[in-house]
């Protein structure tokens, strides 16, 4: 499987050039474009009062939006110097909206970790979870200060749902660089989640393969996925996202909310 383009989102947060410098990374090394998207949306006044004053203040406001989407596209052409192809897409709209308007063309689209220390991105950042659930693309989830990603170790965090299915597939083009991968399994009942046929599977994609069950009761599921990331010197986890829309809010399961917010490596998502 051929990733032909990744897309990354930019906003003006502390993280952003670090995510595009990684995500050229992997532009290049897979011979990908990389197409960088922005949206920052007119935060006008509601239209009551003095209209004259209505209009001055939005046309303040049309013209901060365009500045701070030329300040992202110059963030993104400076940092994204690895690749070999770019493409730029912004919009004075809503930053979310438009990545996944945006996502059509991509086979895999990066986004920023959002956790409660990872500080404010702006009016121009994209939650990951909404990312996810809307975006219909795997989402690679990168934390703060993560430059490049290797994936020469992967952890494939194993539940035999459509979910993790379908994120093991779109994650097939980094398994099968990768030197070693690993299929963890966590839970009581992790012998009967079907691991060892996770690992035919990939194995038949010639990706080199191992299986774990993880069992420990004293830790969440995400808190074992993440302690035994560390131990295997991982730089990436390959999981399934769990949610649902309640009242157009996003609610998570507990593992993919505590990844989505705490996870110290990147973490591929499919929904």
């Known amino acids: 499987m051929r990733i032909s ?14 995510r595009v410098q990684l995500t050229a990374d992997l532009a290049e090394r897979f011979g990908s474009k990389l197409t960088g998207v922005a949206g920052r949306p007119v935060l006008g006044p509601m239209p009551v009062g003095d209209m004259l004053e209505v209009e001055r203040v939005w046309a303040v406001e049309e013209r901060l939006a365009d500045e701070q989407l030329a300040e992202a596209k110059a963030l993104f052409e400076r940092e994204a110097g690895a690749a070999h192809e770019t493409a ?15 996502a059509r063309t991509a086979d895999v ?11 404010d991105p702006g009016p121009m950042g994209v939650p990951a979870g909404a990312l996810l659930m809307e975006a219909g693309r795997p989402v690679l989830i990168a934390p703060p200060g993560i430059e490049r990603l290797a994936a020469r170790r992967v952890v494939v965090a194993w539940k035999d749902t459509r979910e993790a299915r379908r994120a093991v597939h779109d994650a097939l083009p980094f398994l099968t ?5 690993h299929v963890a399994v966590v839970g009581p009942a992790a012998d009967r989640e079907g691991a060892e046929d996770v690992a035919a599977y990939l194995s038949g994609h010639s990706v080199t393969v191992t299986t774990h069950l993880l069992r420990s009761p004293e830790i969440s599921a995400a808190d074992e996925i993440l302690r035994f990331t560390g131990r295997e ?5 390959v999981m399934g996202a769990y949610g649902h829309s309640r009242l157009r809010e996003w609610i998570f399961g507990g593992a993919t909310r505590d990844v989505l917010q705490t996870t110290p490596v990147c973490c591929l998502m499919s929904h």
């Open 5 to 18: 383009n990744i897309m990354v989102s930019v906003d003006l947060g502390a993280a952003a050039a670090d």
């Open 233 to 237: 010197e991982a730089d990436l986890i």
């Open 109 to 119: 689209v990066v986004v920023g970790r959002q956790g409660p220390a990872d500080g």
């Open 88 to 102: 730029w897409r912004s919009a004075a709209a809503q930053p979310l909206a438009n990545l996944v308007k945006q």
């Open 177 to 181: 660089r990768a030197d070693e991968v």
